[in-house]
């Protein structure tokens, strides 16, 4: 997959979550390496959210997967803080507004 079909297809998955009783801001960043490498970030601002295919630069926290493991993680077949524990999730900055992403992955 390229890194377009990968970000549509996140972007089509996040959107589907409520996000509506969020508040304050969050701006997550994923680094994903593999194939498929690129960036894009995931915003959200008192209950929006905004996914764009651009390196945020006023992120909270930045995740760097491999692009396999992460469409997993999207599709709840990778818990995140499990891909966390084993090395295969790598988050720099905030651990709590990590776990954030869970509001944004399919159950």
């Known amino acids: 997959m390229t890194f377009f079909e990968i ?17 304050g801001h ?9 194939e498929g ?8 601002n ?3 959210l905004s996914v ?7 992120r909270d926290v ?3 997967i491999d692009s396999k493991d992460f469409l997993k993680l999207v599709h709840g077949k990778l818990d995140p803080v499990f891909a966390f524990t084993v090395g295969k999730l790598k988050v720099d900055g905030d651990l709590g507004k ?10």
Request: glycine share 6%; charged share 30%; proline share 2%.
């Open 62 to 64: 930045i995740f760097t």
């Open 7 to 23: 970000f549509d297809e996140v972007k089509s998955t996040f959107m589907q979550a409520d996000v509506s009783d969020f508040r």
């Open 26 to 34: 969050l701006a997550l960043q994923v680094n994903m390496t593999g």
């Open 52 to 58: 764009e295919p651009y390196e945020y630069y006023d």
């Open 46 to 48: 008192d209950g929006k």
């Open 98 to 107: 990590a776990l954030e992403i869970q509001k944004l992955i399919k159950k």
């Open 37 to 44: 490498e690129g960036r894009f970030y995931a915003e959200l």
